[in-house]
């Protein structure tokens, strides 16, 4: 004879369970964990636009001076803080512009609106979001800025007037973001396209070319250094004459790093250290490296298939390959760092020479470089790092540079925290909290998961998700109160409850209950941590149908202080 064979150790409360949330056909899903531990989200910009200069201030980007459909005076800004854009104006619109921040200011300078060069800078002051204009002494482009302090320099360039020839100046403009107040220098030598950087007390200028002489170009070896400290100038020598150089700071060093010279492109780095006055030198393996990147106290060169590491702290060079090797295809890709990651994405392919939307996150603290995908295929992309945020701005659409973009990709450090607690009813509690200086953009999905292994992979099983439609602003909580149902697919046995959030599809997981979850053909329990749980073997003759236990108040079933154990015999 077969039927039930009830087994029931009653306490106080002798109310029946109540009935189990319905099994619902949620299948297993695939999980995509952020790329580099990066989220990967998109905006568009409030007008689309190419070649802008970009000054980062506080939690603000600022881009000004690109080429849009409305000219060239077009002013878009970031807030990290909010994730949100809004939009300016310039006093008056021109392109070529060099935008440089010091201390809660932003300054946009010189440019060229028609035939002559402009002498405006625009001022925009963050903390108060009021724009003001000051004036460079000579009307110029491609001049070199760096910024020591309070004091923002501009160094060199080039100026044109109408009926005369284009000529580099040595002019150098201070301005004082203390007082507003702006004062001249000179540089050693008039040229343009000078490397500029700060260590310490010290601007350096290094390199560049003066005005041709019978058509040749006169590239230069000379360095100007000066002291913000005493206000004076002193002069050093490269290696190799040459302009076009990459600048780079590293703790307590400054690389200048390859450029172009009268042989060609350079693999030329000349290194000077600020706390011993010492000048070295290095030569890179080859004279087509990508971008660099600074991250800590390393320099990192990209060689497609190699990165070349600098180490200040040591002085020393050391190679690593990229695994894989995913900048190989990248031709003048566009660069930013986030966090530990440097993130290297559009421009050119190298073969073929057409826009690419391939990128490559490059996690310095692994060597693992990562492949993903730009939202759209584009070059002469303006890139910038605000708080923990990088992003690609904008740019040129189609190989011929037939017009300008609005698209910017944004990576996000995917840096949360919070908790997920056991089931209370048909829903489980969770919160989430963004770690990280930057807002995480809406929309954002939270997901609960069961785990046989804690381990977040492809063997967990969806038990239900929210979705947050609202940006969640650094180091902020939302409360979440996730719906569950459990899956047909989900087998008899016990779990662990994970939580995992991120944009769709870069879910990372950033809670864990390790408490057991039980399944069991009638439904779930749990074991409560206040209750001693003891799983007692009971011998049941022809049971056909799994057993199931509630112990506690914490169980899924309400608060009911009872052990039940059912069967079939």
């Known amino acids: 004879m077969r039927g039930p064979i009830p087994m029931a150790f009653h306490r106080t409360d002798h109310r029946r369970l109540p009935r189990v949330p319905a099994f619902e056909n949620l299948e297993p899903r695939t999980l995509f964990a952020a790329i580099g531990n990066v989220f990967h989200t998109t905006a ?39 994730a949100q854009w809004s939009a300016a104006r310039l006093s008056r619109a021109r392109p070529d512009i060099t935008a440089l921040a010091v201390d809660d200011e932003a300054l946009f300078a010189g440019g060229q609106p028609g035939i002559d060069t402009s002498s405006i800078v625009d001022i925009y002051n963050a ?34 007037a109408t009926n005369l020839a284009s000529t580099v100046t040595n002019a150098v403009d201070f301005y004082d973001a203390i007082d507003g107040k702006w004062f001249t220098g000179s540089l050693s030598q008039a040229r343009s396209g000078i490397a500029a950087a700060s260590v310490g007390d010290l601007a350096l200028f290094a390199g560049g070319q003066g ?57 030329a780095v000349d290194i000077y250290n600020s706390t011993t006055g010492h000048w070295s030198t290095a030569t ?31 002085g020393k060079w050391s190679s690593e390959p990229l695994s894989p090797s995913e900048s190989a295809a990248l031709a003048n890709p566009s660069e930013s760092a986030v966090d530990s990651d440097i993130v290297l994405g559009g421009g ?45 701005a904008g740019g040129v659409v189609g190989d011929s540079g037939s017009g300008d973009s609005s698209a910017v990709d944004l990576f996000t450090p995917a840096d949360l925290a919070g908790t997920v607690s056991l089931p209370r009813g048909s829903s489980v509690p969770v919160s989430l909290t963004n770690n990280s200086t930057s807002a995480l953009p809406a929309p954002d999905s939270v997901a609960v998961y069961a785990s046989a ?3 977040f992979d492809d063997t967990a099983v969806l038990l239900g998700s929210s979705r947050v439609n609202t940006t969640l602003p650094p180091g902020a909580t939302e409360q979440l109160s996730i719906p569950i ?46 209750h001693a749980a003891v799983f007692v073997p009971v011998i049941l003759p022809r049971l056909s149908a799994f057993s199931t236990m509630a112990i506690g108040s914490d169980s899924l079933f309400g608060d009911a202080s009872r052990v039940e154990i059912s069967g079939e015999a």
């Open 44 to 82: 568009t910009l409030p007008e689309a636009t190419e070649g802008a200069a970009v000054a980062v201030v506080g939690n603000e980007a600022i881009f000004a001076g690109g080429s849009t459909t409305s000219g060239y005076a077009q002013v878009n800004i970031y807030n990290a803080a909010t």
């Open 127 to 160: 903390s108060t979001g009021a724009w003001s204009a000051g004036n460079l002494s000579v009307g110029r482009i491609d001049m070199a800025a760096t910024t020591v302090g309070n004091l923002a320099i501009f160094a060199g360039g080039e100026t044109a």
């Open 211 to 267: 005005d041709e002489k019978d058509g040749v170009t006169q590239y230069s070896s000379v360095v100007d250094i000066y002291n913000t400290k005493t206000g004076r100038w002193s002069t050093a020598t490269l290696s190799q004459a040459r302009t076009g150089i990459d600048a780079l700071t590293v703790g307590n060093t400054v690389l200048f790093a390859g450029g172009s010279a009268a042989t060609g492109l350079s693999t």
């Open 284 to 314: 890179l393996p080859s004279a087509q490296a990508l971008q660099p990147a600074v991250v800590g106290d390393r320099a990192f060169f990209f060689f497609g298939s190699t990165v070349e590491i600098y180490d200040s702290t040591t």
């Open 348 to 392: 050119a392919t190298q073969n073929a020479s057409i826009d690419t939307n391939a990128a490559c996150i490059y996690d310095t603290s692994n060597g693992r470089a990562y492949t993903t995908t730009l939202s759209q295929a584009r070059s002469a992309i303006t890139a910038a790092t605000v708080d923990s945020t990088a992003l690609f």
């Open 453 to 455: 292994t804690g381990v």
């Open 485 to 530: 149902a459990i899956p047909r697919s989900l087998h008899a046995g016990s779990y662990h409850l994970l939580a995992a959030a991120g944009p769709p599809g870069q879910l990372v997981e950033f809670a864990a209950q390790r408490r057991l979850l039980v399944v069991g053909a009638g439904g779930v329990v749990n074991a409560a941590p206040s």
